[in-house]
């Protein structure tokens, strides 16, 4: 870094206490913007100088505590795609740009229609109709201006797959139908990168987080060729609760997998039924039982 | 026992038959088939933890799991 903005940085931030009660340097909102003014840098670039140097930009301070500085830098320095802007992505996009991971690439080829607005949180009353794809990077770029967020009108396909994924650190799984869940997952497995995958119907829902070489969609739905394109929400439904509840450990895994902390729900599928209040692990490594 | 998750769970209770004396040619298939849900909604099948396959059969006392086919987002 060079030093003249090391000296920036120090000269405008301020210090609280950190959360382990030693005083912590932050840099608020405007001054980061007055530093992109001044060094012709964008947010996200003064944001990463600023956290390498350990001063915390002040709206991350309350992820401090358990993240580090180091766990925001990675999560600011890492790119992940959201494919499907639905319930789950919408979501998604919400907890992802709030946590402050820095570039997001969000993909969806659908408008926004009536029956959306029980539980996608990005449909208002007056959003009816509107491309989905807009109105998310509107929401993120309003709730963080230091995203870098790229935007895809359209679905993924095995023709445009590796081209759009090339250069992301993670995948996140908002589909709604398994074909294209399937091709994601032998996407990742080529480009060598994570997938968490989450969906829901009804009260339930599940989650898990795909690496390399696991191949945990294949488990759960079959191979190509599976006899259905869709679960039972089709006859259940889903519940704004149940997105909730999915999309929040989607957000969850993100994070940890870019950050190193915790242990991903790898080769691990958690399953939550809240009609019951029910929870259980599946075990999804070894060969079933026959 | 057989338990069922999300939707699958009421074609268990609705018989009232989520106990029943299965017999050794009685594969997990046939227990989807007894109780009328259809197959392709079942994702996945467990028998006490572990994960079977639908041909798996269970003995008596054992705990069977239906979990049901989730897609949505």
């Known amino acids: 870094m060079e030093k003249a903005i090391l000296n ?27 530093l992109c003014r001044y060094f012709r840098l ?6 990463l100088h600023s956290l ?8 991350y301070l309350k992820n401090i505590g358990t993240l580090s500085v180091e766990g925001q830098r990675r999560l600011l320095s890492s790119k992940v795609a959201v494919v ?8 998604l996009v919400e907890l992802l740009a709030r946590v402050g991971v ?12 009536e029956d959306n607005l029980n539980r996608q949180i990005l449909l208002h009353e007056k959003g009816i109709s509107l491309v989905k794809a807009r109105l998310a990077e509107k929401r993120v770029r309003d709730i963080n201006s230091a995203i870098e967020v790229e935007r895809w009108e359209g679905f993924v396909t095995e023709k445009n797959a590796l081209h759009l994924f090339s250069s992301v650190n993670l995948v996140c799984d908002a589909l709604d139908n398994i074909s294209s869940r399937l091709l994601l997952q032998s996407t990742c497995e080529q480009l060598n990168i994570p997938l968490v995958h989450g969906a829901v119907a009804g009260f339930s829902g599940q989650v898990t987080s795909i690496f390399p070489g696991d191949a945990s969609l294949s488990i759960i739905y079959g ?8 679960g039972t929400e089709v006859e259940e439904g889903i519940l704004s609760g149940a997105v ?8 969850q895994e993100v994070i940890k997998i870019l950050t190193g902390k915790g242990a991903a729900l790898q080769r691990k599928l958690l399953v939550i039924d809240t009609e019951r209040g029910e929870m259980r692990y599946i075990q999804l490594q070894q060969e079933e039982k026959t | 026992m ?16 989520n106990v029943f004396e299965v017999d050794d040619l009685f594969s997990v298939r046939d227990i989807i088939k007894h109780l009328k849900i259809n197959p392709d909604l079942v994702a996945l099948v467990t028998v006490n933890g572990d994960r079977v396959s639908k041909d798996f059969h269970p003995k008596d006392g054992d705990e069977i799991f239906l979990l049901n086919m989730v897609s949505g987002g």
């Open chain 1, 8 to 34: 920036k940085l120090k000269e405008r931030s301020t210090t609280v206490s950190g959360p382990d009660g030693n005083p912590l340097a932050v840099l608020s909102l405007s001054e980061r913007d007055s």
């Open chain 1, 42 to 47: 964008s947010p996200r670039e003064v944001e």
């Open chain 1, 84 to 91: 499907g802007l639905g319930g789950l992505g919408g979501l």
């Open chain 1, 244 to 251: 909730g509840m999915v999309a929040s450990l989607q957000a």
């Open chain 1, 102 to 113: 820095g570039g997001m690439l969000i993909i969806d080829g659908d408008r926004f229609a």
């Open chain 1, 223 to 230: 191979e190509k060729g599976i006899a259905v394109e869709r």
């Open chain 1, 52 to 59: 390498e140097a350990g001063i915390v930009p002040l709206r």
């Open chain 2, 2 to 17: 057989v338990k069922g998750f999300g939707a699958v769970r009421k074609y268990v209770e609705e018989k009232g038959n």
